[in-house]
């Protein structure tokens, strides 16, 4: 009740929201008390989240922040989703994101951009709370909600947690189903929980997390207890620093933190070791052609005829061309021009096919520095929290937001991004670690010694 009120209160201002359900939740926290009175609670029992609007919900509106979903209600759940209300979860509403997660400022969003929290010392002007799931981040941030569901394709967890001030984790290619998500790019979406400490996250994706027959891609290995790993310390972990996330102009603070970042990590007793991840500066433009391709491919389904809105023509063609036109914003077109375009014939070859060869090169490079190192610490973002119009007119300025989380996706690997303290301008900044294979446990460890 306390959250519900807390929403009502803070999210016209906030927009983190797009849908409330508070009849839903109390229904949820009444099974909850009952479960509780009965001794038999669970480990999320009663717990508040806010759900994405990219996982869909049995009998309650999903959109994906797109006009083309229109009042679309999904009759299934997703599998993540179910295995949080199974573990006694109370969801509060379905929380804003970039248009079909494309996007890092939630500026792209249908329902129109989410207000961060916070602001610049001194200053008035709003921030971004960072993309896609700029919902989730702020109404953590904000505490609309204990934690959240997120999704992240090339960041979309990591840098709006980075932003906001929370903790976020992509966790390895394969650890939680995609089943019942709204798919954007197959091959690099991966959900996770967006929280306020390391360890509530910890909780969460234990929760999450766990093969699903449903979706080909879920791997069927055990999740382990990641709470029970924390508070052990990283006595003798291995920390590599990529001499290639040095990247040119990167601004002073941000090397000043990555500074701190590696200091406090030998503090508490790592190993510091360059490392080299040669390919790194191909990661971002085979990531924009990797997943718009993709996207171009799973949007075909939006035709006015399955889903959503339907814009009617004459014929049936038509109806595809008005339905997408009035239904799809500008970046969604935009990828899905850049990717039939990778895809056609003629250019597959010099584009798509490079771009994934590119992407084994890069899985290639972190293969071998797991030979040296048990964890890889970057910045999570190149700037701190940007100003409502300050990237959304330039696409490739908006695209290198993402030029230290993309590498993850494309190599398959768990990224968690944790708040390391504050700019010169006084809003969060965040640091990323990067792990080996269904290492998520060694993340939370050491993201532990930095938050
Ligand atoms: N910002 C990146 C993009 O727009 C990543 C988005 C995401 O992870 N969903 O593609």
Same mark, same amino acid.
């Given at each position: 009740?306390?959250?519900?009120? *807390? ?8 927009? *983190?929201?797009v &849908? ?33 609007d990219l ?6 509106r999903t959109t994906a922040c797109s006009k083309i979903l229109g009042e679309f209600t ?9 295995? &949080? ?11 804003n994101n970039d248009e079909f997660a494309m996007g890092?400022s939630n500026e792209t969003s249908a329902f129109g951009p ?8 001194? +200053?008035?002007? +709003?921030?971004?709370?960072?993309g896609s ?20 394709t ?28 709204v798919a954007f790019a ?14 509530? *996250? ?57 500074? +701190? ?27 924009y052609i990797?997943a718009p391709a993709e996207a171009s491919s799973n949007l075909a389904r939006y035709d006015g005829v399955r889903y959503g809105l339907r814009v009617p023509g004459r014929d049936i063609t038509e109806t595809y061309e008005n339905t997408r036109a009035a239904g799809f914003g500008k970046e969604v077109r935009r990828r899905i021009l850049i990717g039939t375009y990778v895809l056609s014939?003629?250019y ?37 929290? @940007?100003?409502?119009g300050?990237?959304s007119g330039d696409p490739l300025?908006m695209y ?12 398959? &690997? ?23 294979? @269904?290492?998520?446990?060694? &993340?939370? *460890? ?6």
């Amino acid at each position: 009740e306390a959250h519900i009120e *807390a929403i009502g209160a803070a999210n016209p201002a906030i927009n *983190a929201y797009v &849908l409330v359900t508070p009849e839903h939740a109390l229904a949820q926290a009444k099974e909850s008390d009952a479960r509780i009175a009965k001794g038999d609670a669970r480990a999320l029992e009663g717990i508040p989240l806010g759900n994405k609007d990219l996982f869909c919900t049995d009998g309650i509106r999903t959109t994906a922040c797109s006009k083309i979903l229109g009042e679309f209600t999904p009759t299934y759940e997703s599998t993540v989703g179910s295995n &949080l209300w199974n573990a006694g979860a109370v969801m509060l509403g379905k929380l804003n994101n970039d248009e079909f997660a494309m996007g890092s400022s939630n500026e792209t969003s249908a329902f129109g951009p989410v207000v961060s929290p916070w602001r610049r010392t001194g +200053k008035t002007d +709003k921030l971004v709370p960072g993309g896609s799931s700029g919902g989730s981040s702020a109404a953590v941030a904000a505490g609309l909600c204990l934690a959240a569901t997120a999704t992240d394709t090339g960041g979309s967890i990591r840098q709006p947690a980075a932003l906001t001030g929370t903790v976020g984790i992509k966790p390895t290619y394969g650890r939680c189903s995609r089943w019942g998500i709204v798919a954007f790019a197959s091959s690099l979406d991966q959900a996770g929980p967006i929280a306020k400490t390391v360890r509530d *996250a910890a909780i969460m994706l234990g929760s999450m997390a766990g093969h699903d027959a449903k979706d080909s891609t879920s791997v069927d290995v055990p999740v382990p207890n990641y709470e029970a790993a924390l508070g052990k310390g990283i006595k003798g972990l291995r920390v590599g620093v990529p001499k290639e996330y040095r990247v040119e102009g990167m601004s002073k603070e941000i090397e000043d933190l990555w500074t +701190k970042g590696i200091a406090w990590l030998k503090d508490a007793g790592a190993t510091i070791h360059e490392i080299s991840l040669p390919h790194t500066k191909y990661a971002l433009p085979a990531y924009y052609i990797v997943a718009p391709a993709e996207a171009s491919s799973n949007l075909a389904r939006y035709d006015g005829v399955r889903y959503g809105l339907r814009v009617p023509g004459r014929d049936i063609t038509e109806t595809y061309e008005n339905t997408r036109a009035a239904g799809f914003g500008k970046e969604v077109r935009r990828r899905i021009l850049i990717g039939t375009y990778v895809l056609s014939a003629g250019y597959y070859d010099a584009y798509y096919l490079k771009a994934q060869k590119v992407r084994t090169l890069i899985k290639r490079d972190f293969d071998e520095a797991w030979n040296t190192v048990d964890v890889v610490l970057t910045p999570t973002t190149p700037s701190p929290a @940007f100003a409502f119009g300050e990237k959304s007119g330039d696409p490739l300025a908006m695209y290198l937001e993402d030029i230290f989380t993309v590498t993850v996706n494309m190599a398959g &690997l768990p990224g968690i991004s944790v708040p390391a303290g504050l700019s010169t301008e006084g809003t969060p900044l965040g640091l990323q670690l990067i792990g080996k294979p @269904f290492d998520e446990g060694t &993340l939370f *460890a050491a993201g532990e010694a930095i938050e």
